[in-house]
């Protein structure tokens, strides 16, 4: 039997929205912009840190509804077949990255540091660990968000596990008993305030709501998709965004923030932040294709290398290069806005770089993945 592909191009656009988020807030981090100025542009930023759970949301639903139709189309799960797949998505581009800026801070010192023990920690996939009881070191800011791979590798562990030996209904137990454990961590957070770093944003067991939420999603809507009109999508998305600038702004939940709410705020802005995600994936799944702008779903095609790439550029036109910056916004006659010249060359390299990482390095890999594909998907 010919195996039936399954793929939806609505989701890589969702990808690339998720992307942007992150994008977009990444540079407040080394060139903030004034709240006092641009009050509504300053808020919009930081609620974009909520695209990360967008991408555990998006993952874990994909991979729970490959996994069941694996099942439907060869009668059973392939635990093996899936942990090779994922190695060979993940882990080449991770490790060429990681130990690229090893290297390169050992080379170029004024680069940054790059400590040992984050390498180590980042090369066992428990880098979100390591901020945990850390922070976020400066010196290691090239390699920061790989945290988050570190988080989808943990559930990456399971999920097959989880498919194969308790079926649908072992699923769904799993994934209430994940958000059940979420809420028990935000609320212990909850409860002891810090002016301090908080370590509820790379908690891998807070961030493991949004994969409950996303095999969910899978198993109760059961390959079925809204088809509601382009206006209704729009407004869904929309009270998505509100969701999350209520959770920010009202409920404090600011990602690595200092913690300074309470339990009622902590339970209700990571309720809110939760419904923002799913809400901004119910305004996108089901989207005809004919509306769907053919550049926005390639680069949410090469998503991964976005998001991998985009903070070294940062790093560079800010932390690197600044005097380099300022005179080339000088000689456009643009100097008071040279951060926003930042942030289109960050972007625009990142763009390029991504596209060179995924048809020349990421792409063999991805056909070697095919030997192992039981469901043909995008890649």
Known sequence: MTPQRYY?????VLRFIAFLCVFLVHRMDLAPIDPASYYWGYHLRWVGVFGVPVFFLLSAFLITELLV???KQTGRIHPKAFYIRRILRIWPLYFLFLFGWVLLTNIFPGLGHIPSGAWLAFSLFSGNWYICLNGWPLSTYPINPLWSVSVEEHFYILIPLLAAYGGARGLKTAAYIFFGIAYLFIIYYGMHPTRDFDSAWTNSFVQ????????????????????WPLIVRFFIAVAGIGCWLVANMVFKVQADAPHLSNV????????????????LFLSLLGTPARFLPKPV??????????YVFHISF??????????????????????EWRNVIGEIIAFILTVGISMLSYHFFEQPFLRLKKRFTFVPSRD
């Open 8 to 12: 939806r191009p609505e989701l890589d």
């Open 69 to 71: 139709r694996e099942r």
């Open 208 to 227: 493991f709501q949004f994969f409950s939420a996303g095999v969910l999603l899978s198993l109760y809507l059961k390959g079925r998709e809204p088809g």
């Open 264 to 279: 009622y705020e902590a339970v209700s802005g990571w309720l809110l932040v939760l419904s923002g995600a799913i809400l």
């Open 297 to 306: 779903v390639y680069l949410g095609r090469i998503s991964y290398g976005l």
């Open 314 to 335: 940062y790093w560079f036109a800010y932390k690197i290069f600044p005097d380099k910056l300022a005179a080339l916004s000088r000689m456009l006659n643009l100097y």
